[in-house]
């Protein structure tokens, strides 16, 4: 599933398209087509995991969810979930959830909690991580209405230089600590965001699919953990269990 640091060069990288009127649309997309043709896109959002392509009135949500993908001026063999087709060039998305919302995306989405957001409030995220005293921190930092975008590999990662446990208990880490988590939740999302950029992001993993500590230099751990499961690398000698 792509996090949020790809949704936003995703959202860049379709940024010609603002302002073109979209002449044809089509797919399988259990949305109102119609709605959409004719229509001028007035600007392109992320939050998150999601992007958002807005036009007078609506928008539409995009997620990619765990199979999700687009291609921008060509086409895949199969048919696509949405095409948007425009005097010069086209969006396809694939395997994808889509929904036409009305209004903005403001009106239904907190800004404040996108980690890559201008408007990122780290005292909110901070008030809403106090209120989960016993969730596990490495579901804590999946929560997407605390840290919208975070995803498993900067879950992974950032538990990792902060030297905590994955299955710490929220409330029980330092104030130190989770002040610590606030601010490298975001911080490594825009390293990530740099990193993909530059088409590095895999040289710069520490524990993310890694055998071996290269702190300690023993094995890691690689367990499946929290509400979702999610697969999780670790030290258990360096990370810290708070409970």
Known sequence: MPEGPSILILKE????????????VEGNAKIDLKRIKGKKI????????????????FFLRIHLLMFGSYRINEKKDTAP????????????????????????PGDL???????????????????KLKALKKENVCDTLLNQEIFSG?????????????????KSVTGKLPAKKLK?????????????????????????????FKS????CKIHSKKEYLGKGN??????DNCQELYK
């Open 13 to 24: 990288t379709l940024k010609p398209f603002e302002g073109k009127k979209v002449i044809a």
């Open 42 to 57: 007035i600007e392109l959002q992320s939050w998150g995991k999601q992007l958002f392509i807005c036009f007078n009135g």
């Open 81 to 104: 979930r949405l095409n948007l087709t425009f005097v010069r060039g086209e969006i396809n998305f694939y395997n994808c959830s889509i929904k036409l919302l009305e209004g903005a």
């Open 109 to 127: 989405y907190d800004m404040e909690s996108d980690v890559l957001s201008d408007l990122w409030n780290a005292a909110k995220a901070e008030k």
């Open 150 to 166: 975070v995803g498993n590999i900067i879950k992974n990662e950032v538990l990792f230089l902060l030297k905590i446990h994955p």
């Open 180 to 208: 610590a988590l606030i601010k490298l939740a975001r911080d490594y999302s825009w390293d990530f965001y740099h990193w993909k950029k530059a088409f590095e992001l895999r040289k710069h993993w520490q524990i993310y």
């Open 212 to 215: 071996e500590c290269p702190r």
């Open 230 to 235: 999610r697969l999780t690398f670790y030290c």
